[in-house]
């Protein structure tokens, strides 16, 4: 590694290692520099689907952020989206959910879908 790759992968370790969710539902270190970073702790890391796996393996070493690909980038996700957005056209709020659920589809949002659905 590189003078620069050791610290960027530093300051990723200091914030937070991040993680994406990539073939199979695996989750894997989202760039080269987290990828970087697990070196520069000497981890090996265990492909696995479920975060909390991933979470233990690095217990007590660093932080982790987990990312989720927004919904629209699947077009099939996108076309139902659009589909639900003109079937909730009477209610700006579930408009406004689904809205957000294309570019932060974090729990809250979606306790707040299932909530709105519902009701």
Same mark, same amino acid.
């Given at each position: 590694?590189?003078?620069?790759?050791?610290?960027?992968?530093?300051?990723?370790?200091?914030?937070?290692?991040?993680?994406?969710?990539?073939?199979?539902?695996?989750?894997?270190?989202?760039?080269?520099?987290?990828?970087?970073?697990?070196? $520069?702790? /000497?981890? *090996?890391?265990? !492909?696995?689907?479920?975060?909390? +796996?991933?979470?233990?393996?690095?217990?007590?070493?660093?932080?982790?952020?987990?990312?989720?690909?927004?919904?629209?980038?699947?077009?099939?996700?996108?076309?139902?989206?659009?589909?639900?957005?003109?079937?909730?056209?009477?209610?700006?709020?579930?408009?406004?959910? $689904?809205? /957000?659920? *294309?570019?932060? !589809?974090?729990?809250?949002?979606? +306790?707040?879908?299932?909530?709105?659905?519902?009701?």
């Amino acid at each position: 590694m590189t003078i620069r790759e050791v610290e960027e992968g530093t300051e990723r370790i200091d914030d937070a290692i991040q993680f994406r969710q990539k073939g199979g539902g695996y989750w894997y270190p989202d760039t080269t520099t987290d990828r970087n970073a697990l070196r $520069l702790l /000497n981890v *090996t890391l265990r !492909p696995s689907k479920s975060a909390d +796996d991933v979470l233990t393996q690095l217990s007590g070493r660093c932080f982790c952020q987990f990312n989720t690909p927004p919904l629209g980038r699947n077009t099939e996700a996108a076309a139902l989206l659009d589909r639900c957005r003109d079937a909730a056209g009477a209610r700006p709020e579930l408009v406004e959910l $689904l809205d /957000n659920l *294309t570019v932060f !589809p974090d729990a809250e949002t979606l +306790d707040r879908a299932a909530e709105i659905l519902l009701a």
